[in-house]
């Protein structure tokens, strides 16, 4: 399974608005408890304060106790021992307002010219639970209002910001050796994408000089290769000329003319490779296959007449793969030359195209090796004369043509069929 | 005009072709100036890009043979100055490379043929040939061999004024044996002059067998004498006194 994908700034702004979250909940938590002690203090103060004024009212009028509507006092017998005073919340309705506010009452026994009261004083509480409240009917505002900037700004800046970073990106993914283009710096003040930028062009020219060496060494090995085979080849070709010799000694002769020319097919070949690998045939452009198949089945059906091959086509006009000519070329070639060499003798090719597919079999006898290993280099049977590299050409064609190729064997058949990669 | 046409057949019949070997390997430049030398070819042989420009525009040669690598300059440059001074020149380009690039950017400069190192001397020869009687332009299109007379615009081969009926492949076989009279012709280097680069095939050798023995039968029927013989089994040589 792929893992989702998020830009830079959508995590960082993530992270920031979790945090922004986390203090702002830290903040509001100091806040209340500091608020509800504060708010506690007060409200103590004022209930002592009552207790106190009721006090000096049962010493001085007595008869008007029990007439203010904040304060119950009842005289009782004995005091609780150790009594501390009594702090409840109750819901009752305030005098002046007529609404059900919140209450708080303090509850405590004084002794007053000998006689033990139990005072109940009560004040309105409301206020403290407001504060509370505007707590957080303050910092849930704030936190949204700030978190929607932040989001905002993120994706306003991730344009800006980012701009030389997507610029950056562009270029390394048109970077191409064959076209060779200089890199274009773009000027930007932020000091990442400075580096970035610096080491990617040092990059480049790294691989492009790389690239250079790697190429003029694959022509120089070539050419170079290619002159003294010529000349043995043709020492060889004179040796043989010459009717002096042992039988013997012109099979030996023989052997090393075969070899060179081994070799220098090898050669050759190899060099291919690598310039496919290189991507140096970039003339890439829609062609249709049905007029190069019959070009190259015409060219081969000398030799499958010779083992009684029949090549059998049903070709479709329409069929088109988007490739460079060359290596339709070579691919053609090589998948028909693979077909006539390992199709038994009197049986049938069938090449058939669609309008969107590939298909080539041959009948022959079962593979002396894995099948997933066909188009490895190097890979042949054991009594074959190919170097295997005819496949290994195939595949690497397709890859760099971004066609899919596959091998299956079907009813004593060699299928291959090659389709155009579909990206979804 | 009469005498230049005149003197084109006498250079033909006589092989009076002068050549200039354009190859910066003196081996390589010697076994192809031996074989054209056998081949009673006129030769010339340079070394290096500047000797070839030298000789380029001093002398007249009827064909150049160009490698493309030269240690002090690139045989491109050379096939220029050969279209800016002897345009009528003809030019085979020999290289290293089977890049199609170079191979087309050849042609388009005017190389008349264009040589994949390692070639076989035999296919040289045949291509000089071709390609000189193209250029030359002459109403001397026959080449009498032996019992065998063949018609080169025609393609067409009469044994003892009798016509063959020969397929194409068993025509490009008998001319390639005609202009490489007695030297062995490989199996391999008559696979690949007539099918190219098809001629890889693991099998191609009993199959350039089977040509051989049609044509050798079709000549025979006709009355005419068998001149192509089996060398250790190996090739084939067009055996003539002439």
Known sequence: MRKRKYSILTKVGIFYLLFTLLSFLVTAIIL????????????????KQREHWVKILIERRPERVNKK???????????PKAFKPVYKDTVLLHHETGRKEVHRKRINYVTVKDQHYRIEVIKSATELYRFKDDVYEIILPVFIVLALVIILINYLLSGYLFAPFKYILRQMASFNLTRKQAFRQRTT??????????????????IVNDYEQLKSYTENMSHELQTPLTIMQNKAEHLLSDETLSQQQAEKIKIIYDEVMQL?????????????????????KKVYTKPILEQHIQSISDFAANRYIEI??????????????????????????????????????????????????????ELEFDAATIFNRFTKGKNSKSLGLGLA?????????KLKISYQRTNGRHVFSIEEKTFD | MRTTIFLQNLKIHCNWYEILIVEDNQQLSNDIAEYLKDQKFSVEQVFTFSDANEKIVMYEYDMVILDLGLPDGTGMDLL????????????????????LEYKLQGLNLGADDYLTKPFHMAELNARIRTILRRKMNTNDHFIKTGSLEIDLNAATVKCKGQLLSLTRKEYDMLLYFVQNKNRLLTKESIAEYLWGDHADQADNFD??????????????????????????GMGYKYETNE
């Open chain 1, 32 to 47: 209340h408890s500091e608020a509800t002690k504060h708010m506690d203090n007060i409200l103590e103060e004022r209930l």
């Open chain 1, 69 to 79: 509507d904040y304060a119950t006092v009842k005289p009782v017998a004995t005091i």
């Open chain 1, 189 to 206: 003040s932020t000091t990442e994408f400075y580096h970035l930028q610096q080491l990617f062009e040092a990059m480049q020219k790294r």
């Open chain 1, 264 to 284: 220098s097919r090898l050669g050759s070949l190899l060099n291919l490779i690598t310039k496919i690998g290189n991507e140096e045939f970039t003339d890439v």
């Open chain 1, 312 to 365: 059998k086509t049903t070709l479709s006009a329409d069929h088109a793969f988007k490739i460079d000519t060359g290596l339709l070329d070579i691919l053609i070639r090589n998948l028909l030359k693979n077909a006539v060499s390992y199709a038994n003798s009197d049986s049938v090719i069938y090449i058939e195209t669609t309008s969107s597919a590939f298909t080539i079999s041959n009948e022959g006898p």
């Open chain 1, 393 to 401: 050409i195939v595949k690497q064609i397709c890859q760099i043509s």
């Open chain 2, 80 to 99: 220029e100055v050969v279209k800016k001074y002897r345009p009528e020149m003809a030019v085979i380009i020999l290289t290293a490379t089977h890049a």
């Open chain 2, 207 to 232: 199959f350039v067998y089977n040509h051989i023995k049609n044509l050798r039968r079709k000549i025979t029927e006709a009355g005419g004498k068998n001149q192509l013989r089996s060398v250790y």
